[in-house]
């Protein structure tokens, strides 16, 4: 567990920050950044995506044995308005936890508490070979 939690190189790219987190639930944080805009001046929905998706394996990391581990093999995300300044969080809960796989719910909403996106996402949980 310790080691997902910190070690994200990814996540330091983008400034994804690690808020909460219990069993089968997590809450990320990313702010605003100039380096994640596009030329319209508001942040990537990849960044966003990506946000979703690490609060969901969070949410999960917590419920599988010390001897799975998880990755991703499904998600979408709707986006409702867009990012541009300040800060948003992804609150990911887990909704179904199965043998193999594992369903995860994220909204994902700015300081002022809009919603900014919602997103779902499949983990599959095997063995960890390593």
């Known amino acids: 567990m310790e080691r997902v939690k910190t070690k994200q190189p990814y996540w330091g790219l983008l400034g994804i920050e690690l808020v909460d ?3 089968g ?7 605003f950044s100039e380096k994640l805009i596009h030329p319209y001046g508001i942040v990537n929905g990849g960044a966003i995506f990506s946000l979703a998706d690490a609060a969901v394996a969070m949410a999960l990391i917590g419920l599988i044995e010390r001897d799975e581990q ?3 093999i499904e998600m979408n995300i709707n986006y409702v308005r867009p990012f541009g ?9 887990i ?18 508490g809009r919603l900014i996106a919602k997103s779902k996402a499949t983990y599959m949980i095997m063995e960890d070979d390593n």
Do not use: F, H, M, Y
């Not at 639930?25 to 702010?31: C, N, S």
């Open 21 to 23: 987190i219990k069993k």
């Open 25 to 31: 639930w997590a809450k990320l944080r990313l702010p």
């Open 70 to 72: 998880c990755t991703t």
């Open 85 to 93: 300044d300040g800060e948003i969080t992804a609150e990911a809960k």
């Open 95 to 112: 909704v179904n936890k199965g043998r193999s796989t594992a369903l995860g719910d994220v909204d994902i909403i700015d300081q002022r």
